[in-house]
């Protein structure tokens, strides 16, 4: 089997599909072959410009917005997609808000923020995905290397970051008894993405950080992710992938 169709006839979630990585990773899975649930919260726009993508290119979009710090939103967004497909297959939690301040002036609207989207938003997630992924299932959480290496400012983001590190081996343990793998994916700094509204002194900082010097490209992350949600991962599961040139930081 060829990779450019190895992932025909399945069905994959990428949440956080209308722009940056996730985007990136919906239109690397589409390659290879799987039908895409296209989820956004507020880049509609972004969405259907992904899913337009995907059409143009004989893919399958369905496109589906929710909150996913609010659980009930994630419900209804799996039973619309139940609705619209008979099975689904792989799961990546991409959607995710990074932010950053002095612990002296902790902002408890970012801290909230920060869980509800990072912490709370793939744990609903993937409750939902555990009652619908059977055997050869996947779920492929996004995480951060700065939860590897936090720096001044990042301690909420960082932490949230490393816990996603923590489902991840937890629900593979769980899940594997299903035949579903469960894996992290540990970008360094990445365009496009939440990078790109960083200021040009953080970008220099990544990129020297790397003996590439370099940040990362979104295609990068997403060929990481679609090997995970390939057959050939099958005995891969509860691990962690740097995807970060080497950088230090
Ligand atoms: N880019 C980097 O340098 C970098 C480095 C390391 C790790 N990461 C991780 O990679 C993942 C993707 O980040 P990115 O760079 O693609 O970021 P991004 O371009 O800023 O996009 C953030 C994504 O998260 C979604 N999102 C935000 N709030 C949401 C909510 N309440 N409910 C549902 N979705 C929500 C956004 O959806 P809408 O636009 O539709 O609201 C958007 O698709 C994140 O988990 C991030 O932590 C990124």
Known sequence: MTTTQQLAGRVALVTGAGRGIGREIALELVARGASMVVHYSGSEDGARETAAQIEVSGG?????QANVSVRAEVVAMFAAIDQRFDRL???????GVSGG??????DEWQLERMLGVNFHGPL??????AKRLGAGGRIINISSTLGE?????????SATKVAIKSFT????RELGQKGVTVNTVIPGATSPGMID????SAVEFFKNASPFNRIGTAGEIAAVVAFLASPEASWVSGAHILANGAADT
């Open 60 to 64: 399958t979009a369905f496109i589906q």
């Open 197 to 200: 509204s960083a200021p040009d």
């Open 89 to 95: 297959d792989i799961v990546v939690n991409s959607a």
């Open 149 to 157: 290496f936090p720096m001044a400012g990042s301690g909420i983001y």
């Open 124 to 129: 609903f997630v993937a409750s939902e995905a």
């Open 169 to 172: 081996e937890s629900w593979a």
């Open 101 to 106: 301040g002095s612990l002296a002036d902790l």
